[in-house]
């Protein structure tokens, strides 16, 4: 396995009495893509907003590129490099294309000293952007809420791809996407991991993990069930180890 | 639908209280004699400045998705703080600066700081302790005009400094300095608004809040920015209110609330937080005074301006659902 990015170690999270996570400890590679799955409730939403700074572990810790790391809010994560798609879209639909791909990083340019938007400027990062990925979208000028939940997704999709970062979390991101938007959904993880970003995929769908992730992780009533290489295994495991029958595979995969 | 009409649509849909205000000045200029002057045209843009400024702050933390009720209150009280240290009968204090136009910021200061002060708590107590917006300015609105009554002992402060007066007086080209003052306001506000990270920001959390969060936008400093820019800004209106009048009463401004709140909905500012422009709430303010200027020319009862008043209200959010509808067609 090549560097470890993120090492998460005894990460558990409790709400009130009910433990969501009891205890995960797995790590991520530069350029790695591991698909995280598990049954619906088994945490795997929740421990995406811990490294995402959207909640607060319990107790446990996370080292990133060997520090030690804990973001307190989204906007700490992201200027750690760590981008994430939520499984609910994060889009305003009050504001347009380009508003939406550019939130909270804004180009300006400074007009007396005060920062004023470049609307030119950021119209054209999203043309290009969107042209390299294929995704059509009639304007760019079009408020989110007249567009489909597929070129919804893509928009977010696309954002990440373009900011790019050090890790990327993806929570079922292709849940409102059609066979070749998946396609090129997924085209697009592995063009990512290339550059070296280290991807985290949350998906309920055996053929996506299979087809685009390195490694495998299964989270079953909030504790790592099975950590396997991709060639090491079968969906067959994979399911087994997801409802619980086996626990064949089980155990850090390096 | 051909591109080209939908565009025309969504622009007159975008800019439909503008086209209102001008079918409505065009109407009362042929019905209505003596309507079509200068002076009243300049008359209906001097009499909505206090109106105006405050349906700014207003306006800007409803786009946020909040509400501000307490804008009305924050006003009396500033102009009662400026009325009392610089009017010299009644309460007034007579406070004299050297030179005398060293009064004009004094006073200006004064009246922001005490609005910036107020919109500082609401903000804090929306962010931090996670109240409804609405229950906490409302709570506001009540004891501030209460603050109100106790420094005043109910009476009132009369004679304001001269040199603080001068620009209620002074005026270029054929309107007072004080309508200027609100004229710029909308400007600098709406320019603000629309091309700044800052004002996109506010749209956007209005629109959903939860999404700028994730982004990393700073979502609590923001919003407490505008709480305290709304502050700020209804303690100008209240300095503009104090020249207006020459000091302050007790119950000074008392229903100005709800014109600056019909100005917001009319100008097209949804409740829901999001949508709005500036532009849009100043014609809205504008279409207000300009109705208030021809119930006056027709000599009805001016208690006829607050039920006309009300059913323009209604109408306008039933134009907001009707806008709804369309714009869900164009789509």
């Given at each position: 396995m090549s560097e470890p990015l993120l090492v998460l170690d005894n990460v558990a999270k409790n709400y009130g009495a009910i433990e969501a996570l009891k205890g995960i400890s797995f790590s991520i590679g530069k350029g790695e893509v591991v698909a995280l799955l598990g049954d619906n409730g088994a945490g795997k939403s929740t421990l995406v907003k811990i490294i995402a700074g959207g909640l607060e572990p319990t107790s446990g810790r996370m080292l990133f590129e060997g520090k030690e790391f804990l973001a307190k809010s989204p906007a700490e994560a992201k200027a750690a490099g760590i981008e994430t798609v939520y499984q609910d879209l994060s889009l305003c639909t009050n504001v347009d294309v380009v508003a939406n791909?550019?939130?909270?990083?804004?180009?300006?340019?400074?007009?007396?000293?005060?920062?004023?938007?470049d609307e030119r400027a950021m119209e054209q990062v999203v043309q290009k952007a969107l042209a390299s990925a294929g995704t059509r979208i009639p304007s760019l000028r079009t408020n989110v809420e007249h567009l489909s939940g597929g070129q919804r997704q893509a928009i977010e999709l696309n954002r990440f791809v373009h900011f790019g970062g050090k890790l990327v979390l993806l929570d079922e991101p292709f849940a409102a996407l059609g066979v070749e938007q998946t396609r090129r959904g997924l085209d697009m993880i592995r063009q990512v991991a290339s550059q070296g970003i280290g991807v985290v995929i949350i998906t309920h769908i055996m053929q996506q993990a299979f087809q685009v992730a390195d490694r495998i992780v299964v989270i079953r009533q909030g504790v790592v069930a099975g950590d396997v290489a991709r060639n090491k295994t079968s969906p067959d495991a994979v399911i087994n180890m997801i409802t619980g029958e086996t626990l064949a595979g089980a155990g850090p995969a390096s | 639908m051909n591109p080209r009409t939908r565009q025309t649509l969504e622009f007159i849909l975008d800019n439909l209280v503008w086209f209102m205000l001008v079918f409505v000045l065009v109407v009362f200029s042929i019905l209505i004699p003596n309507y079509f002057q200068l002076g009243i045209f300049a008359n209906i843009i001097e009499a909505s400045s206090v109106l105006g400024?405050?349906?700014?702050?207003?306006?800007?933390?409803?786009?946020?998705?909040?509400?501000?009720?307490?804008?009305?209150?924050?006003?009396?009280?500033?102009?009662?703080a400026v009325?009392?240290?610089?009017?010299?009968?009644?309460?007034?204090?007579?406070?004299?600066?050297?030179?005398?136009?060293?009064?004009?910021?004094?006073?200006?200061?004064?009246?922001?700081?005490?609005?910036?002060?107020?919109?500082?708590?609401?903000?804090?107590?929306?962010?931090?302790?996670?109240?409804?917006?609405?229950?906490?300015?409302?709570?506001?609105?009540?004891?501030?005009?209460?603050?109100?009554?106790v420094i005043s002992g109910g009476r009132s402060a009369q004679d304001l400094a001269p040199a603080i007066r001068w620009f209620g007086i002074q005026r270029l080209g054929g309107l007072p300095l004080t309508a200027w003052i609100a004229i710029a306001c909308f400007v600098v506000f709406s320019l603000i608004m629309a091309k700044t990270p800052f004002g996109r920001h506010l749209v956007m959390i209005g629109g959903n809040e939860t999404a700028t969060f994730r982004a990393g936008i700073r979502v609590n400093r923001n919003l407490v920015i505008a709480f305290v820019l709304a502050g700020a800004i209804a303690g100008l209106a209240g300095w503009l209110l104090a020249i207006r009048t020459s000091g302050a009463t007790a119950n000074l401004g008392v229903g100005l609330l709800f014109n600056a709140f019909a100005a917001v909905v009319i100008g097209g500012v949804s409740l829901k937080g999001g949508v709005g422009t500036l532009p849009g709430v100043y014609a809205g303010v504008l279409l207000l005074s300009a109705i208030n200027t021809a119930i006056n020319l027709m000599g009805l009862p001016a208690n006829f301006t607050q039920v006309i008043h009300g059913l323009l209200v209604l109408a306008a959010v039933l134009l907001d659902a009707f806008k709804q509808t369309i714009r869900q067609r164009l789509a």
């Open positions: 791909f550019f939130m909270g990083r804004e180009i300006t340019r400074k007009v007396l000293g005060i920062p004023v938007l | 400024v405050m349906s700014i702050g207003l306006a800007l933390v409803i786009i946020a998705g909040h509400m501000d009720l307490s804008v009305e209150s924050v006003a009396a009280l500033s102009a009662m009325g009392i240290l610089f009017c010299s009968s009644g309460i007034g204090l007579g406070i004299q600066l050297q030179p005398q136009w060293l009064m004009v910021p004094v006073s200006l200061l004064i009246a922001l700081a005490v609005g910036g002060l107020i919109g500082a708590f609401n903000g804090y107590l929306v962010v931090r302790v996670k109240m409804s917006a609405f229950i906490i300015t409302l709570a506001s609105y009540i004891w501030v005009r209460g603050l109100v009554l």
